[in-house]
């Protein structure tokens, strides 16, 4: 084969430019992977606290209700660990089908700078008379090509270097890549072992749950009777805490037609009787509206309140839900409806109870033996009921998470519940789109 400049130029371009891109997993999959594991750790998380509420109530005949309501919620976070499981392992098969194309497209690429780098080579021994930098360039015909000449030349060594490099770089990733296989299939034996435990566990606590339902049909009588009970007791602290709601927006809305009436008195005489009279008729009829009239700083408290939506602190640090927000046949005994404005979450004995989010205390009450706590964020109310101790006053101004009190025992178990509400101006909302997931 004649070697010539040409040839030479020709060669040393195609090398340049048969650099591969590197396919590389997206910022989305990334993502996905690190939403999984952040998943999987919370929802064992909720496990670990579910787990400990169970034994510490296992032995406690009275807590069956609740034990099942605890047991339910344990069967539902298994189900979605094992859930986020399948998921992990998919996204772990679809990365390890999509690094062994890599290795394939970087083995493919190293077979390709090696056959160049090895064609320049074999050219440049065939030709070394020529390569010959000095000979090379001096055997130009005129000044203008002697430049070119030195110009391909570095070029074309700075080619050769690079090609080199970059075979040494591929060989260094592709290493890599073997050795992300082997970590890989090593993790997603883990996953799977993981997951065969979890379905272990999850028929474990279906029986243990059976059993326990089967034993609370021979109590159905007493059950019906205690759930009962305590409806009516839930219904009296229900009035009340109403009462102490419409009393705060009552008497803020008061206060607010105080304020205008001096207000418009201090500007202009002319105008201070028809202001007395709007506020006059506000304060004999202090109900006529149940929207509480806010102030402007009340009224940024209420917007924060409410960008925080789905991800307000649960009120109490660990805990399992085993009472739902809603009008609803008892799940294990079906003969009880339900009523509930709130949410009944059981905790351990003592533990602390926090605000969901800053504001004022409005009210601190003691109604049928059971402590409530109630704080207001602008328009937006938060209530925290059946409470041993409490730690704040009324008029009090609170942050998010402050400790306002601790849990008391419920009044028909042994456990300790604490009920939990939120409402709007007078109005009860759902407890369970406000605060965050867990």
Known sequence: MKFSQKNIWKTALMVFLLWGVLVIPSADAQKTSSQLKKDKQKIEKEIANTQSLIKKNEKNQKASLQQIAVLRQQISNREKLITTLNQEIIRMEEEQEQNQQEILNLQKKLDYMKADYAQVVYMAYRNRKLMDKVTFILAADDFSQMFRRLRFYTIFSENVRTQADKIAQTQAELKEKNEQIIAMKQEKLNLLSGKESEIKKLESDRRAKTKSSEQLKKQSTQLKAQLEEKQRQRKNIDVA??????????????????EAKNKAASTSSNTSKPAASSSTSTA????????IALTPEERTLNNSFVSNKGSLPWPVAKGAKVGDFGNYAHPDVPSVMIENRGIDIMTDA???????????VTAVMDVMGTKVVIIRHGEYISVYQNLATVSVKKGAKVSTKQTIGTVAKSATSNTYELHFEIWKNDSYLNPNSWLARR
């Open 241 to 258: 805490i109403k009462k102490a709601i419409q009393a705060e927006i009552a008497a803020a809305n008061a206060k607010r037609a105080a």
């Open 350 to 360: 003592g533990a602390p109870v926090r605000a969901v989010y800053q504001g004022e």
């Open 284 to 291: 004999a009829n202090p109900r006529a509206t149940a929207t």
